[in-house]
């Protein structure tokens, strides 16, 4: 039987367009799909043999979470200022003062207290010497204090929370 040229390649690429999604099926469902499958339960068994590992080191599951968690103690630090003089300096001179203590601590997390009179806590970031910021709050106050440096300016935004017993 005489055809066109092409009408032949036209049934050529027709039939390597179908060898090729029969063999990508063939891979997929008889070998990609049994090699995930292994992999998954490889790192399924791993984990479960790794936090076994952890919960026998003190047998507390905040001990093996703690371990897991290393990292984060990295990237916070807790700092005690110490005493100020509560009728010497106000918050604000206090803030100024803290803002200076925690330079070294450029880009990270500083959580931290400090006694002024009363307790007080605090969170702080610090970008550069010209951003950052300070949270203040105690169990004295009526509300949050947030200091805010911008363009090595130091800013006070203030909250008031209304009390009640509960």
């Known amino acids: 039987m005489k055809h066109t040229i092409r009408f032949k390649y036209t049934m050529i690429l027709a039939g390597v367009v179908a060898v090729v999604i029969g063999a990508s099926w063939t891979a997929i469902n ?4 049994p090699y995930y499958m292994r992999e998954k339960r490889r790192t399924l068994i791993q ?19 703690s371990s897991l968690n290393t990292g984060l103690f990295s990237l916070v630090r807790f700092y005690d200022i110490g005493k100020y003089d509560h009728t010497a300096m106000d918050l604000n001179a206090v803030d100024k003062d803290i803002y200076t203590r925690l330079l070294p601590y450029i880009g990270q997390t500083v959580i931290g207290k400090f006694v002024r009179g009363a307790n007080y806590d605090f969170i702080s970031s610090i970008g550069n010497e010209q951003y950052g910021f300070i949270v203040v709050i105690s169990y004295n ?5 947030l200091y805010k440096m911008v363009r090595g300016k130091m800013y006070c935004s203030t909250t008031t929370w209304v009390m009640t017993e509960v």
């Open 141 to 145: 106050g009526e509300g949050m204090y």
């Open 30 to 33: 008889l070998c990609l799909e």
């Open 47 to 65: 984990a479960n043999d790794e936090l076994e590992e952890r919960l026998l080191g003190d047998g507390t599951v905040t001990g093996a979470i």
